[in-house]
């Protein structure tokens, strides 16, 4: 890795394995698109925000598979992929298995999701 980007952080341990805390998650609707800027010398001023995080932490397991999501081919189906788990979200809402505040959450962070390649 080199000095200029940034060290991915390794996920928490919990009960379920590896988690990304989404707890406090803002809404995509709440913010602007995140994009990849480089940190100066020393790494102030860098964006440490929840989604840039996200970017990095999907980036970087993506990365450990020896694989980008820069790489066209990859993104298309990591989207496809995207676009399976957001029709079984649907499912789950639309049969009473999550209630709106629940499927709005996980609608906001799969559509975040989906812009990671263009963060990349």
Do not use: C, K, N, W
Not at 59 to 67: G, L
Not at 80 to 94: F, I, N, P, S, Y
Request: no cysteine; hydrophobic share 40%.
């Amino acid at each position: 890795m080199s000095a200029a980007e940034p060290s991915i952080p390794e996920p928490v341990q919990g009960p379920v394995g590896s988690v990304i805390h989404l707890a406090q998650y803002p809404s995509a609707r709440s913010r602007a698109g995140v994009r990849r800027t480089e940190p100066p010398a020393g790494g102030e001023g860098y964006d440490v925000s929840p989604p840039r995080r996200l970017v990095e932490t999907v980036q970087a397991i993506f990365r450990r598979r020896r694989q980008s999501l820069a790489d066209p081919d990859t993104a298309a189906a990591y989207d496809t992929t995207l676009e399976a788990v957001q029709l079984m979200v649907r499912g789950a809402a639309a049969t009473g298995q999550l209630d709106e505040e629940q499927h709005a959450l996980l609608r906001d962070i799969l559509d975040d999701m989906r812009g990671i390649p263009e963060a990349v």
